[in-house]
């Protein structure tokens, strides 16, 4: 187990790697969040509104207004509320996938030794709009089913919900590598078995690269909050005790944790599509080596 962690770390090096050469990668995770925050506000400014006690045409559309014997009022969302949430998560969920999908469709090109470029990423996904509108709705409907049906009484129950929703996450785990690579599917049940195919053709250790990036990404977080944070604030205190200087070291730290974070969440996006073209055509791309990723991935004998 030790030798598959240690692998890992050799694995992360490598995405690193392709950051190094391919730096505009960092910035696709960036717009992702960006769009999914925008989309958000947008569509969560209505309940904003509701709750800071501005009434409007459409927060009255939303709720339901009750009063109770004791004289109080309660407003809980009707019919048109709960659609209106679950239109939002999806249209949430679409730009997600869309804007990933840009992000894995840049990734394989640097993979392949090909120019990154924004705009070659998002000319692809608008090309292919159709096959991540209905994949963004399937996931997002299976999703939020999963989570609905989580929270019903019972542990028994719980723990079979559960354990679907770790199955649907794992039979899925290629799906956008599928989309930004094929060409030729259109039907979101066919990525979704284009990826737990890829998946079925390993002995079931192909998460293990994936622990040990987040496993490394999660040190990196506790060593941030227990050691360097804590020591730089106690050496800037010594030597310049002053509110500002506090506040300066505190906003500098919060920045490079983001930019690790950063990091790590895209040499994870780098090691996934790598996985997924070394499982799909069983060559090792760009200065991955075969034996580097068959220690990952293990393929079933014909």
């Known amino acids: 187990m030790m030798g598959k962690f240690s692998n890992s770390w050799r694995l992360l090096k490598h995405s690193m790697h392709i950051i ?9 995770p ?27 045409w459409l927060t009255a559309a939303l709720f339901e207004k009750i009063n109770h014997p004791n004289n109080t009022t309660e407003y809980v969302l009707n019919a048109l509320g709960i659609s209106y949430l679950v239109l939002a998560y999806l249209s949430v969920n679409f730009v ?12 394989l090109n640097a993979l392949e030794g090909k120019r990154v470029a924004i705009k070659n990423g998002l000319i692809f996904s608008l090309a292919k709009i159709k096959v991540i509108a209905l994949w963004s709705l399937l996931s997002g409907l299976v999703a939020l089913v999963i989570h609905i049906l989580s929270n019903r009484p019972g542990p028994i129950k719980k723990f079979v919900i559960r354990l679907i929703g770790v199955a649907w996450e794992v039979a899925s785990i290629f799906t956008i590598p599928v989309i930004a690579s094929q060409n030729d599917i259109v039907n979101p049940v066919q990525v979704l078995k284009k990826s ?20 490394f990404g999660f040190v990196m977080f506790i060593s941030f909050f227990v050691i360097f944070m804590p020591l730089s604030i106690l050496t800037g205190h010594i030597h310049d005790p002053s509110p500002a200087s506090g506040s300066l070291t505190y906003g500098i730290w919060f ?9 790590i969440k895209t040499a994870n996006d780098i090691y996934r599509c790598a996985l997924y073209v070394f499982a799909k055509d069983k060559r090792a791309p760009n200065i991955y080596t075969e034996e580097m990723l068959n220690s990952t991935l293990k393929f079933k004998k014909d």
């Open 20 to 28: 190094g050469e391919n730096k505009k990668l960092l910035v696709f």
């Open 30 to 56: 960036l717009l992702t969040t960006i769009a999914v925050i925008s989309v958000s506000v947008v569509f969560l400014s209505p309940i904003i509104d509701h709750i800071g006690f501005r009434d409007t």
């Open 96 to 107: 997600r996938v869309f804007f990933n999908t840009v992000f894995y469709h840049e990734i």
């Open 196 to 215: 737990a195919n890829t998946l079925k053709q390993t002995w079931g250790e192909t998460l293990i690269g994936f622990t040990g990036i987040k496993l």
């Open 255 to 263: 920045t490079l944790l983001i930019f690790a974070l950063l990091i």
